[in-house]
């Protein structure tokens, strides 16, 4: 039987070393500052943006969230970004995805500064995430190698599969994996026989956004399994097929008329592997976590660049 990764305590040891690292900056005169964008009325949006602006209160930095109607249009939100990249006071710099479709995603992305991309989504970071030299990783697959290396999982000459091939996840958790020595599958719905594919990990990393999709027949035993999937489940009818009578479930259920469910059927998997990151509770918290670290990161990045372009300034 397998143990589930308590992801909000692994967070909370984190974003200890974050708060540290932020008073110590304060104190030198730079209080690092994040900027939010979210367009639009997604309420998943909504709350982890919530999350993550009260998160930065928590730990003593600086936040900034500004708030766009649904119809916003891509020139509309340009300048807002402008604003912040020219804004001495805001280190990082955060638009919500997904955003609503008249909006040119990829540009707005785009026009983020890259020493001020927490999300590490500029092709730029991408590049360099590529090359192995990046600075400034994805939060959430920073996040998934945080729970790893925390948990004492061994990833040296293991074999990792990733079933999901996304910008956000699953392309960068590859690259990094295989940054540590891994060997890495990647998986996505055109992979024949996927549970024999996913059967070779030693950690099995899913992302593919199909509630509880993931059964024992996808898992070696002892497997370490990570479950990225965050799907609104409101049939109470599935949602007893998934966790039975499972009364926090049920709850949950009554309370806001849905339930969370990640990529993997916990109640199938939990026998079989040794580690599962459960949702919620397993990788959510982490991905915070590694935004706070981006932006502790990001502004000691441009006190340095300050501090180079200072020097040649002396030089004149
Ligand atoms: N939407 C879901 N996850 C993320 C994330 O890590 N960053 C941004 N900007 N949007 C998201």
């Known amino acids: 039987m397998g143990n589930l990764i308590d992801g909000k305590a692994l967070a909370q040891e984190i974003q200890a070393e974050v708060a540290q690292q932020v008073q110590r900056m304060t104190e030198t005169g730079i209080r690092p500052g994040l900027a939010v964008v979210l367009v639009g009325n997604n309420p998943a949006s909504h709350m982890y943006v919530r999350s993550k602006v009260k998160t930065c209160e928590t730990l003593g930095m ?120 891994v060997t890495v599958t990647i998986c996505h719905s055109k992979t024949p026989d996927l549970p024999s594919v996913a059967r070779e990990a030693d950690i099995l990393i899913v992302a593919m956004g199909r509630p509880a999709f993931v059964s024992d027949d996808f898992v070696k035993p002892g497997a370490v399994v990570i479950d990225v999937g965050t799907n609104r489940v409101d049939s109470l009818e599935r949602i007893h097929e998934i966790y039975g009578n499972d009364p926090q479930r049920l709850a949950d259920y009554q309370k806001k008329g849905y339930t969370v469910v990640g990529d993997v059927n916990p109640g199938k998997v939990l026998p079989k592997c040794s580690l599962l990151t459960p949702v919620p509770g397993g990788v959510g918290p982490l991905t915070i976590a590694m935004l706070m670290a981006n932006t502790v990161k990001a502004a000691e990045l441009q006190r340095a660049a300050g501090q180079v372009r200072g020097r040649l300034g002396d030089i004149k």
């Open 62 to 181: 600086r936040s900034e969230k500004v708030e766009l109607p649904a119809e916003t249009t891509t020139g509309e939100i340009l300048p807002v970004v402008e604003r912040f990249n020219r804004n001495a006071d805001i280190h990082g710099i955060l638009v919500q995805v997904p955003l609503p479709s008249q909006v040119n995603a990829r540009e707005v992305l785009d026009s983020i500064l890259p020493e001020k991309d927490v999300d590490g989504f500029h092709p730029v970071n991408v590049g360099r995430l590529v090359a192995g030299t990046a600075t400034l990783k994805p939060c959430t697959p920073a996040g998934i190698i945080e729970i790893l290396k925390r948990t004492g999982t061994q990833l040296r000459g293991r074999r990792a599969v990733v079933i999901g091939r996304s910008d956000i996840v699953g392309k960068p958790v590859a690259l990094m994996l295989m940054h540590e020595d």
